[in-house]
């Protein structure tokens, strides 16, 4: 009678940890994509930012229309409004969204200011522009910090070849908790350099940047594969980053090959996971 009850205690313990051991596995596994997520809000933000400011200073921004709205002029009275100050140094551009919600043909709502001190073209050789923010919000969250760009000139295979510096902050909407973000990138302006047109630009992008999630995990992140971005694209279209979180495994964010859409892969310990652009 012992015997048998000893083997019914002995299969229940063994059953228990094994159910144990399972749950303990899962438990272990990682497959959280959150950091994943925050640095592609911050990486597509300030991308965004940069490229308003390049059309802006051209006197348009035909990318940012709102929806049925074809007069340019109509769009900067009632949406957004461009200030070139030449008489200050740097010279001053601004581009104002205005105090509440503007719905832009990309799909998201802009309200607030991109300041743009800068001391010559795009386009120049040498140029530099330095890019802030007065209480700017994109789909209500907020942008902070500061990002320069300067132009380096043609490389050998005739594309001009910018440095970016990003010290930035998205505090998210609905207190969602804020992103850190610092970046070292390279952009090499590979098409559409010798039209007027801003839809056909694309470049590629590399280098280095960290930062913290709105949970408060910080992060390392290096592109692997250059990233590429479309101006006809609201997000990267292709290439791949590898972001480290302290204490956890490399995940490698794959944008895809060139499709535009809002679509990536999150990669971590061999599992993948799919994750919507913002």
């Known amino acids: 009678m012992k015997t048998k009850n000893n083997i019914k205690i002995l299969s229940l313990l063994l059953a228990t940890g094994i159910f144990i051991t399972s749950c303990k596995k899962n438990e272990d596994k990682d497959n959280d994509t959150a950091v994943a997520g925050d640095h592609s809000l911050a990486e597509s933000t300030f991308n965004d930012v ?8 051209s006197g348009s921004l035909s990318s940012y229309l709102t929806p049925n709205n074809s007069d340019e002029k109509a769009f900067f009275s009632a949406c957004a409004t461009i200030t070139n100050d030449t008489t200050v140094t740097p010279k001053m551009l601004t581009i104002d969204f205005g105090a509440t919600n503007c719905l832009c043909s990309d799909g998201r709502n802009r309200r607030g200011k991109i300041n743009v001190a800068y ?9 530099t522009h330095t890019i802030t923010f007065t209480n700017y919000f994109v789909n209500d ?7 320069s760009v300067t132009n380096n000139g043609h490389n050998s295979a005739g594309y001009l070849v910018y440095t970016i510096q990003v010290n930035g902050q998205i505090i998210k ?8 973000w610092t970046s070292a990138r390279q952009r ?15 470049y590629y992008i590399a280098g280095t940047g960290n930062g913290t999630s709105a949970a408060g995990t910080f992060y390392t992140a290096n592109i ?3 990233l590429r971005r479309d101006m006809s694209c609201r997000n990267i279209v292709a290439g791949q980053l590898a972001i480290t979180p302290d204490g956890k495994a490399t995940r490698y964010i794959n944008f895809g090959t060139g499709t535009c859409d809002n679509d ?12 919507t652009l913002p």
Do not use: C, H, M
């Open 141 to 147: 969250n907020q942008i902070l910090g500061t990002k």
């Open 50 to 57: 940069n490229n308003i400011a390049d059309e802006a200073a």
């Open 173 to 180: 909407a609905n207190g969602g908790g804020t992103i850190t």
């Open 264 to 275: 990536a892969t999150v990669t971590i310990n061999g599992n993948v996971y799919n994750i």
């Open 188 to 202: 090499t302006w590979f098409a559409g350099e010798s039209t007027p047109a801003w839809s056909d630009d694309s």
């Open 119 to 127: 001391n010559g073209q795009y386009r120049d050789s040498a140029s």
């Open 224 to 226: 692997v594969q250059a």
